[in-house]
């Protein structure tokens, strides 16, 4: 069962990640609060009557692999249908493709939907979502005409081929071949860990695969982007020809059963038909312009799962009546929830999932910003904002998402262990978020490396700022402007975090490295502190107009809770970024031995 | 892959548990150095060689149910012949009954090697260990002359029959009905989450079953206590009858796949046919008496999980090459365990494991001397240092254990999703342990209320007290010398902790349990900072001895690492016992929604 948080998305959408500002973008006229609404009530639909009733049997079930063929388990093929058939597919592309051409914003507030619904069918349309975005940012016009309109609606599906046995990621590493033939290239070679590489959902699959030309230089700077369908055109322009790829098995994974991950074999039978995607050796960067709107999906999908596991933990703990309230001991039993340690496990992850939720928004609106907005400035800092974020949207959102599904779990007792009570699926489902699309490790480099040593903090700095401007325009009342009190000595420890890093790096480059993780959990803590306080600043204001409604009374509550308990851990990481550094260094690796 | 942490386990029983203190008890002269050295040689050579690699085997095929019978996992059936043909299986327990009669000291150890090298499997004869201690402590001379000795050797196994569907954590709830028919009694109702509550590796299988006769009075004070044979003995004095009770499943879990989880139907047929152990209405109070041995040994389990964890990540680490070292771009690739990210989530395992062990261990070693010292006051001492540490071996190192397993997984990246690789597994099974034998929620609240309320702090206050002493006697050391620094500061921390939670008792009851978890995870780091700062005292004064092994200068590197990241929760946990247990409270259950 799942109930879309329709509230609380157009709260986070329009209190706190400038619905406003994205609507007066040009060419997002349309977009109005009203727009927004008929959408999430739509989509909450759509998940709660379509996609969440075959996530679990989806999960038991599993998609399958036989005779060389891939079936996705019972209901999917339909489901998508409807996903398709409603338009769902296209809401973030260009109308010119057949799509929406609905804001980042907007996009992101119904990811996360499908993705509480029902995450490992909302991973096909991810993948589309960024071999879309792959061939519209470089692709000819040609080829874009030849794809797009079909890979927009959802009649084909789309893939990102990276990953191969020998290079995880380290794609400095591929191997796969592509060799120049006519107009076209043949591809050869493995490529593992490809997420809907086959499925039995559409008629054909459109392959973005990284391979190298003969002559291409080593190195990230010599790979180069294909587009491979799985079918090809035939003469009479039908897609009937099946090209040289093979689906040699899928993974047994530890979650997201539904989602076939496969092995595809590329040319064993004279190398696959490939055509070249931009310029040869250009295939990772083209790749790099993809990667903040994918990971920035994935830290959604970490805080639906998140969201889903919640919902979960809340019917159970309401309606599993274990033991006596402890200050009624003679009383009649009570349901779970009324246990105070119960409680305080809900409270962790409400305070967690809703500022992160704000967060996933507010980069989708400086994604939207960033893209469209008339001013150079404006677009500039909308532009270094996602730079500092996408790290923290993707490795930390993760990171909680995985806590926050552990306490739902927990929650449930023994029952949570059962695999028919479905707390288990989540909590398999969401280990998958903290790795893909970069594990937090990555992101932590990136975070320290790209978004701070490479410019000396600059751009650290200018968020920075950006945060203690917003928090001058926050409610005077006291609650609140104690949390600013809390924001603004936290914003000194990062402070002195960062100018830490940048004396640590002169020393050895293995330091700021070391102890990159905390500081991307640092950050973490920050920015949903700054969100968590100003829901709880807008909450306020509309109390003091007179709406009295509970929604705004909690809001208060969960920051003051996530003040109580999150934020503290700012302290915690500064001393760790403080203290851990050099221990970590000058532990060899030989020093570590088993038995 | 599995390497018995012998170094390790002895470093810890002999220079932090004070194995010589308990050689020295009435009934354990045999047990030296030499001895406790070759037990683990010959349990960790049985653990890699025979429980090791059918573990995840019997986690891939799991234990099967078809025609009301249980199999276990190929392979499974001859290595606990094995097992118990070794003696393995009566190691603690009396001779005179054909154990080994070692101490809990050594068989915490041993067990520790069980658990890493195979959880599943070992939950058996811990299921039987339990079983025993029942009826050695309360069942009279006649039954344990009938059912000691087969279940010492091992050729019968035993099981624990608490949990109804209606009734998890909540014994008071038990419906199982028991009727008095001349010497014995008609057992019937359901059982479920029954730990190898069925399988084919014994002929027999002694149920312990709580019940209720039918004129008991209400709640936990009309619990009975039953031995219920799966098969009885027949005239010949043969076990060949087959009782009232019947295996219905056993459950689809999300680990420990080889071990049989059953719920069994009693009395279907009229009514399984049981003995009454000790008296009427007194069978919860015989099952606590076991208590804390059972939540001992999960603890050792948390642990050893994930030192089994450990490992596989250490080993993937040293032989997966991935990427350039940061300091070296321009050289080879190399294998991630040079990596600063990697060797940080190494460390964090490694500096939690160690002294958890030395926990563990230590807190047997009591258990040894509650048992048998000839020093009322040291029986006492000893008696009142395990009522305080049960919950946070049982409920902190689950919980680390959980944390620990799934750092393991994420040094594997994207292979450690796939359950080929062996991660994943671990990361399965470990969630259990901070489940059954009662939650964490459920220990937090035996620290804060039975362990601490409920005598105003005077056995929390000698536990101080003893650590405090304990301190005085370590290496004056700088390096030690700061770690005792920095105990002083945490006990502080602690004792004002104590006072304010002595203080919320007074205002609301509910308010202490609502802060009972961050006081079980405070004591949690302070123990283990004392045994880390004891173990690298040892170490400092072996260097100064001339014994210059990497074993000890790991010691003393490992421990300030611990200090660097796990101390400074002290304070963090200190805030939220101080500000977060009214926001708990405050908030109805209500107040929780969904969507």
Redesign the interface.
């Known amino acids: 069962m799942y109930?879309?948080?329709?509230?609380d998305l157009f709260f986070a959408a329009t209190e706190l990640a400038d619905l406003k500002g994205v609507a007066a973008l040009p060419g997002h006229e349309e977009v109005s609060d009203e727009l927004l609404s008929a959408i999430l009530e739509e989509a909450?639909k759509f998940a709660s009557e379509v996609l969440a009733p075959i996530n679990h049997k989806g999960d038991i079930q599993g998609a399958r692999f036989s005779d060389g063929k891939v079936t996705t388990p019972d209901g999917w093929k339909e489901a998508y249908r409807q996903f398709i058939d409603g338009g769902w597919n296209g809401l973030s592309f260009d109308t010119e493709r057949g799509g929406q051409g609905l804001p980042w914003l907007v996009s992101a507030a119904v990811q996360e939907i499908w993705y509480a619904a029902n995450m490992a069918f909302g991973l096909c349309p991810l993948l589309t979502q960024g071999a879309i975005e792959a061939v519209e940012s470089h692709a000819s016009e040609e080829q874009k005409a030849t794809y797009l309109n079909n890979m927009v609606s959802g009649e084909w599906t789309g893939t990102m081929n990276l990953?191969e046995p020998q290079?995880?990621?380290?794609l400095a590493?591929v191997k796969t071949k592509a060799v120049k033939t006519n107009d076209h290239y043949r591809i050869s070679g493995q490529k593992i860990?490809i997420t809907y590489g086959d499925h039995d959902m559409t008629e054909n699959i459109i392959h973005l695969v990284l391979a190298r030309t003969p002559d291409a230089p080593e190195g990230v700077k010599g790979i180069s982007l294909f587009i491979v369908p799985k079918f090809l055109q035939d003469d009479n322009g039908n897609w009937t020809i099946r090209n040289d790829v093979e689906t040699l098995s899928i993974?047994?994974?530890?979650?997201i059963h539904g989602s076939p991950t496969a092995v595809l074999g590329y040319g064993n039978n004279g190398g696959a038909i490939g055509y070249l995607v931009g310029e040869e050796n250009r295939g990772l960067m083209y790749m790099f312009t993809m990667m903040n709107a994918a990971r920035h999906t994935v830290g959604v999908q970490g805080n639906a799962v998140a969201e889903r596991a919640y919902?979960q933990a809340?019917?159970f703990?309401?309606e599993?009546v274990?033991?006596k309230a402890?200050?009624d001991p003679m009383g009649d039993?009570v349901?779970i929830?009324?246990?105070?340690?119960?409680?305080?496990?809900?409270?962790v992850q409400?305070c967690r999932i809703e500022p992160l939720r704000a967060l996933c928004l507010l980069t989708a609106s400086a994604m939207d910003k960033a893209d469209r907005h008339l001013d150079d400035e404006e677009r500039k800092q909308a532009q270094g904002f996602i730079e500092v974020m996408i790290p923290i949207v993707k490795g930390y959102t993760t990171e909680m998402g995985?806590e926050n599904v552990?306490l739902a779990?927990?929650i449930h007792?023994?029952?949570?262990?059962?695999?028919?009570t479905g707390a288990?699926q989540h909590?398999?489902d969401q280990?998958?978020t903290?790795?893909?699309e970069g594990?937090?490790?990555i992101q932590?480099?990136d975070i320290v490396g790209r978004k701070l040593l490479r410019d000396g903090g600059v751009m650290a700095a200018t968020v920075i700022e950006m945060i203690a401007e917003d928090l001058k325009s926050f409610s005077s009342d006291e609650r609140i402007a104690r949390m600013v009190n809390a924001l603004n000595e936290a914003t000194d420890d990062l402070q002195l975090s960062i100018a830490h890093i940048l004396n640590l790096s002169k020393e050895?480059?293995?330091?700021p490295?070391?102890i990159?993780?905390p500081y991307l959990r640092l950050w973490g803590v920050l920015v949903c502190g700054w969100l968590s306080a100003k829901a709880a600043s807008v909450a306020v204001s509309k109390m003091e107009d007179g709406d009295d409604d509970?929604f705004y009374?909690?809001k208060i509550?969960t920051a003051?809770?996530y003040f109580?308990?999150e934020m503290?851990?700012i302290?915690?990481y500064a001393?760790?970024i403080r203290?851990?550094g050099e221990?970590?260094?000058?532990?060899n690796?030989d020093?570590?031995?088993?038995?």
Chains 1, 2 share one sequence.
């Open positions: 109930t879309a948080p329709t509230k909450g990953t290079a995880g990621s380290d590493a860990f993974e047994h994974k530890l979650g919902q809340i019917r703990a309401a599993r274990q033991g402890i200050e039993r349901a929830i009324e246990h105070p340690d119960v409680k305080r496990l809900l409270l409400k995985l552990s779990l927990q007792g023994g029952m949570g262990f059962i695999e028919e288990a909590y398999r280990r998958i903290p790795i893909y594990t937090t490790g932590a480099m050895n480059p293995q330091l490295a070391a990159s993780e509970m009374q909690n509550h003051k809770f109580s308990t503290p851990k302290k915690y001393g760790m203290t851990s221990l970590i260094v000058e532990m690796s020093r570590f031995s088993v038995g």
